[in-house]
């Protein structure tokens, strides 16, 4: 087995494992009511993206597919990286404190707050 065959492995297990890994938190997790969910939806998106055309490279490359990539690498995938670096200045460099909402389901009590059940 040379180490090409174990790497193209390894991207078609990967590719395999992100794409079940994305349709799975698509389909089970409430991503959409928080900023922190978005971040997860689209960063999982790029990364399960990425595996899955250099999977499909491995079968065919057509002109339009080259273009397909382009876009793909010249502007999805910076927008998803700036965002995830904005995150993370926002957060730790800048010591700011985040939103208490911003990481929470929309319908959780915010933070410090306990949830009042009537009796």
Do not use: C, K
Not at 13 to 29: E, M, P, Q
Not at 78 to 87: D, E, F, G, K, T
Request: cysteine-free.
């Amino acid at each position: 087995m040379t180490p090409e065959l174990l790497g193209t492995i390894g991207i078609y297990l990967s590719a395999a494992i992100s794409t079940v890994g994305f349709i799975g938190f698509v389909s089970l997790a409430r991503f959409w009511s928080s900023r922190g969910g978005w971040h997860v939806f689209w960063y999982m998106l790029t990364i399960t993206w990425v595996l899955d055309l250099s999977t499909v490279a491995h079968l065919f490359d057509p002109p339009w597919f080259v273009w397909l990539r382009v876009g793909t690498f010249a502007v999805g995938f910076p927008i998803v990286l700036a965002w995830r670096s904005w995150i993370i200045f926002d957060l730790q460099l800048w010591n700011r404190r985040p939103d208490p909402g911003a990481y929470r389901e929309a319908d959780s009590p915010p933070a410090g707050e306990e949830e009042t059940h009537a009796a």
